[in-house]
């Protein structure tokens, strides 16, 4: 059977329990991030740039959208996914995206010494733990949608129930 004939399970319907647990997680991650201070503007920067590299389009248009609603320039949107050398991403911005990549792609080595001590040094201790779980979770919503095919998740077809 070809990619284009494989309809996929719509997930939600079929396990709504862990879809609300799911979503749940989101919001005490969200919660976290408030009580720690880190500010949305940076959250979203986060889930830009994992949802690029997991190829996510429907996170990574809703996160677009989002991050110029709040404000962003375009310039900061486009730097996002070449933070190494972005002249107007804040230190603080470019090793948030520097762990949320070693996170993205753990499986290539790990989260590095040198990435984690990094943020260390420029987030307290709540507000680590804040960016850990940001890139935690919307990586698993990435990796969700692209499995199931959710509608605008980038890969054909829509979802369908089972």
Not at 85 to 101: D, Q
Not at 102 to 110: H, M, Y
Request: with cysteine.
């Amino acid at each position: 059977m070809s990619d284009a004939t494989v309809t996929r399970i719509a997930i939600k319907d079929v396990t709504p329990d862990v879809s609300s647990a799911m979503s749940a997680l989101h919001e005490a991650a969200l919660a976290a991030a408030r009580a720690a201070g880190i500010e949305p503007e940076l959250l979203q920067l986060v889930r830009i740039r994992a949802s690029q590299i997991n190829g996510c389009s429907l996170s990574l248009t809703r996160h677009l959208r989002d991050a110029r609603a709040m404000g962003q320039s375009e310039q900061r949107i486009r730097d996002v996914r070449a933070w190494r050398n972005s002249k107007v991403l804040s230190p603080r911005e470019r090793a948030a995206l520097s762990l949320t990549e070693a996170i993205t792609l753990v499986f290539a080595g790990q989260v590095p010494n040198s990435v984690y001590a990094e943020a260390a040094g420029l987030f307290d201790e709540t507000q680590l733990a804040a960016l850990i779980w940001a890139a935690t979770v919307i990586n698993t919503h990435n990796r969700i949608a692209i499995t199931t095919r959710l509608e605008g998740s980038g890969a054909p077809p829509i979802a369908a129930a089972g």
